[in-house]
């Protein structure tokens, strides 16, 4: 060891604990290196305001999930795309700066795949349709496929890069003390779609296959462990705080958090276009599933992924041939 890096490991363990912590925040979440404060904070602050001052003057009202139905697939993909089309006027760019955004993403630089691609599926109206509306109801009927249980945690108050430490530790003291009155246990039944167990069992022979829901942690971990209990098909789980949320009107899943994999080999499954904002031609659109039993939307996406996507050098090509969202939101941008 260099006398160089026992200066260092003396210093950094004689610091106080705020100095360490302030030491910490000197490192670039997006690059993990070390960056000047006063170079990189103030823009940092300053681009995710601007982002959100810019969201703010969207003007459309997003299609709910229930939207895109059988039936409905070509006014749907074209109203949403509409949409898409305002949405990326903004600077995804300084979103991305947002810290929360990389918690818990894996980092294939540094982690093998064995040159598989990443396959990542949404969670609600894809795999399953939870009843919220009945969270409460102690329903013992035999009505739904599952019923999964949670309970709130301190992972649902994220750290707001706008606030404060101390406006952050207030909020989530306050919070926890309301949790603590009710002492909230969820119950929500859930439907699964026709399939979703043998499609995960499948498709994770050949895919490095993650879930990346716009729901909260504690939600989908109940979901996830039930639809994988041996936790041997999903490798990876990416929440609401993965999302990019734009305006709270939607949450767009930017694929470029993902780090040492090329945009070619990540594939986003999901029912909501609005997930696909950033990177349209890596989206397969899937019907949104509440509770049809004769669905077989999965068998239908399982048969694409095997036998179009699997072996290609590029996902993006076969999806545009296939669904046209970059050239349908091109022509719409045109005609505006
Ligand atoms: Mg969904």
Partial sequence: MSLDTN???????SLKPERQEFRQ???????NEAVSPKKYYPKFKKNLKEFKK?????????????????????????MTLSHIQQINKLKFEY???DKNLYKGVPD???????????LLLDLDETLIHADFIREFANDKT????????FRETESDFEENNEESKEEFYEKRKMALEKLEEVKKEYRVGIFIRKGAKQFLAEVSKYFEVGIFTASVKEYADAVIDYLDPDKNMIKFRLYRNNCINVNDKIYVKDLRIIK??????????????????????NGILINSFYNDKNDIELYNVLGYLLNFLLKVDDVRMINEQFFNFQKISNDIGENL
């Fill in 7 to 13: 200066t260092k490991n003396r210093q950094s363990h």
């Fill in 25 to 31: 925040k000197l490192f670039n979440p997006l690059e």
């Fill in 54 to 78: 810019q969201a703010s003057k969207l003007n459309f009202y997003p299609l709910g999930s229930h939207e895109n139905y059988p039936g409905n697939y070509d006014n749907y993909v074209q």
């Fill in 95 to 97: 979103a991305l700066e």
């Fill in 108 to 118: 294939y630089s540094n982690q093998q795949r064995n040159g598989r691609k990443i």
């Fill in 142 to 149: 035999n009505k739904y496929d599952a019923i999964v249980k």
């Fill in 260 to 281: 040492g994999v090329d945009l070619k080999d990540i594939i986003l499954i999901d029912n909501s276009m609005y997930s696909f904002t950033a990177q349209l031609t």
